[in-house]
Every structure is written in structure tokens, then in C-alpha cells.
């Protein structure tokens, strides 16, 4: 790829609408040097209520567009976000390719996580990004979460020197259960909470073990042994619960609510490390918590998202409706709570949004690619075989390439 000029501002355009589309427009209020240019989604109503919202922002004129050709071809847009449903994305990736081939002046794209699901989908994005020569970032939050960023400088610019490099990371995350429909679907997600929240766990404790300006695969990957559950949502109570809030048929097609999965890994040394990653569907606290830990031979660092320094109390003479205005994923609106001030900075999007901005803005690859999303995705089915062969999978494993888990076969 030749180098591209920098621009003076990146002008992106929206492919989505939903709930994590919202997320990623509230922390472009951080960035510098981009302006949102273009909002489309399937839903008109949707696509409408977003850009408004961007132009409410200050953000950019958010123009709304009927498809993503409109959108590409206008002119108006120099990178896309691509924020989607996971079972729409190569589709839509099809569609960016054949653009960019017929003269679309796009020259990035951005891909929310996972970027497929399975590996030989996650193969095909990457493979359709390089050739049509536009730069790609995997947008993995996480890494990019102020309490990691700051917990992994320290670490290894104080600790590793004297004590020697990481060996162990740990990563948990879990809440009560999606927002919308689709991520209950198998077919749709690609799978359950393994494959949608552990994306976030493997790669965050990936990155956590990897020296700083290191690529991820210079972590060679071992095996993999996980063990998957349902232990909530088919239970004849919650299932019902989801058919009559979803529509959804739980009890017919169940897919994982708790994963955990054991990853080892090989540094460059021969020194082994191990990530061990949980999450779940059917945790009930505050809200969504995420729990991170680096352990190595003379320190540690740990993270809870819950372990606020800022908390209130309503009691109970204190009524109101449901929402989220304290917590992602909020499960009370009495009692003691934890607020968390700036969702979107400390679960990561405002400086992942500001690091992609800057790298497609001057030209360059970002530091989590798509590389990234497919490596992340040769651990998730990894897991998934694992658990559904009962046994630890040694990587590389030739079957991973067409494997689909249980959950989301047709």
C-alpha cells in the first residue's frame, strides 16, 4: 500500500445504529481532528434518530444515507465504522471491497468486535480490507480502557525490567444479558457469551502479556481447553422471560450463558503464560463488570470497572423507571450503587476512537488491526472446540479453519 496523505480532518461515516453505535458517537466527544459525516442503517428510523444525535453532539453534519454504496460513493466520507450485527458483516465487507475497487474514496474501515463468526469469515474480512488497499482497525475496546493502558505502562516499564516479563493474565466479564435479540441467536452471533464477551477477555489479557509495541502473534499460541454452560436463561422462568421481551425461543436453541476458557501461550523465550478468561450472561450485581489482573514473578496489577470512587444511595422511598443512567447493563435503581462518571472513556472507546482516528487521519495502520480480529477469532474457536470435544485443543488445529460451534450451526 502507498502512503497516503494526512488529512487535516477524517470524515467517517456510521454503518449501524444500534446500542454500541450510540457508545462510539458519545466518545468521539473526546477525539480531536474527525467530524461523523454519514449515518446508515437498515433502519430508517434508527439511522434518522443517530445522526441526529451526532449533529445534537456537535460532531458533524451526519448526513443520513438509504446504503452503504450511496455512502461510500458520496464523496463525504473518508473511513467507515463498521457497527453492525455480527451475521451482517461480511456482507457488508463484500459490498465495502466492490466499492473501493469501483473508485469509492475510502481509504479505511473500522470493524466493532468480533470481526466475524468464524475464523474462515474473520480470514475473509482481512483478506477483503488488504485487497482493496484500505488501512483496518479492530475495534477492541479494551485494550484501549484508560485503567489497562495506564496498569500496562507501569508494569512493564517498572516491574519487568528487574522482575521479569508477565506470565499470567486473568480477565472476567459478565452482566446479565444482552440488549437485543440477535445476540441470543446462535446462527446470528456466531454463538453465546463465549463468543461475545470472551473476545473482549482473550485478547484484552493477550495484549496485557505482550511486550508494549509488540505484535500480538509474537505470543505463540499453545492450547486451548474451555468449559461452556447454561446456567440461567433456559431455566423454564427466564426463558419465558426472553420470549416474551425477545421473541426468542431459548428453550428450542439455547446457546452458553458462562464460559471459562484456558489459553497457554509460548514467548519468544520458550517462557510459558496462561490466560484464564470468564464471562457470562447470568450475572446479577449493580451491572456489567469487568475484572482484569496481570500477575508475574515480583508484581501484580488489578482492575474491577465496579470498584468506583464515585457511589450513591436511594432508598427505597426513591422510585423510577429502569435505565442505565448509573451502569452499563444496570440491574437496580435502589440500594447502594456504583455510578460509573465516563462509560465510554473508562471501558475504553474514547481512546480507541481517538488512536483509529489519528492512524487512518495520517495514513497509518493502527496498532489492533485485523490481524488482530482473526487471531482473536483462532482462539474463540479453539475454546469452542474444546469445550465441545471435552479435551484441550493444541493449536495450530486444521479444523479450526471451517469450524463452526454447536450453538451456531443451522
Known sequence: MSQLPELPLLRIGLIGSGFIAAFHLQSMLGVRNVAVCGVYSRSHERRTRLAQKARDLGLGPAHVFDSVEAMAMSGEVDALWLLTPNDTRLDIMREIHRLTKAGAPIRAIACEKPLARTLAEAREMLALAEDAGLLHGYLENQLFSTAVMRGKDIIWRRAVPQGGRPYLARAAEEHSGPHE????????????????????????????????????????????????????????????????????????????????????????????????????W????????????????????????????????????????????????????????????????????????????????????????FHDGVGVMEMLMGLYRSAELGRTVMFPDAELESYVPVVARP
Not at 425477545?246 to 476458557?261: K, L, N, Q, S, Y
Not at 443512567?325 to 474514547?350: C, F, H, R, S, W
Open 181 to 280: 435479540p440477535w445476540f441470543w441467536q446462535g446462527e446470528r452471533q456466531g454463538g453465546g457469551v463465549l463468543s461475545d464477551m470472551m473476545c473482549h477477555s482473550v485478547e484484552v489479557a493477550r495484549f496485557m502479556l505482550t511486550a508494549p509495541g509488540a505484535a500480538r502473534d509474537t505470543l505463540k499460541l499453545v492450547s486451548a481447553s474451555a468449559t461452556t454452560a447454561n446456567l440461567k436463561w433456559t431455566r423454564p422462568r427466564y426463558a419465558a422471560d426472553l420470549k416474551a421481551r425477545m421473541g426468542i425461543d431459548f428453550a428450542r436453541r439455547p446457546v452458553e450463558d458462562f464460559a471459562r476458557g484456558i489459553l497457554t501461550l509460548e514467548d519468544a523465550d520458550g517462557h510459558q503464560l496462561m490466560i484464564e478468561a470468564t464471562t457470562s
Open 282 to 369: 447470568a450475572y446479577v450485581g449493580a451491572g456489567l463488570r469487568i475484572q482484569l489482573e496481570l500477575l508475574g514473578p515480583e508484581y501484580s496489577m488489578e482492575f474491577s470497572s465496579l470498584s468506583t470512587g464515585l457511589k450513591v444511595f436511594l432508598s427505597r422511598h426513591v422510585t423510577g423507571s429502569e435505565g442505565e443512567d448509573l451502569v452499563e447493563k444496570q440491574n437496580a435503581e435502589q440500594g447502594l450503587m456504583p455510578v460509573i462518571e465516563d462509560e465510554a472513556g473508562v471501558y475504553g472507546y474514547t481512546d480507541e476512537n481517538r488512536h483509529m482516528v489519528e492512524a487512518f487521519r495520517r495514513g497509518l495502520q493502527p496498532a489492533e488491526t
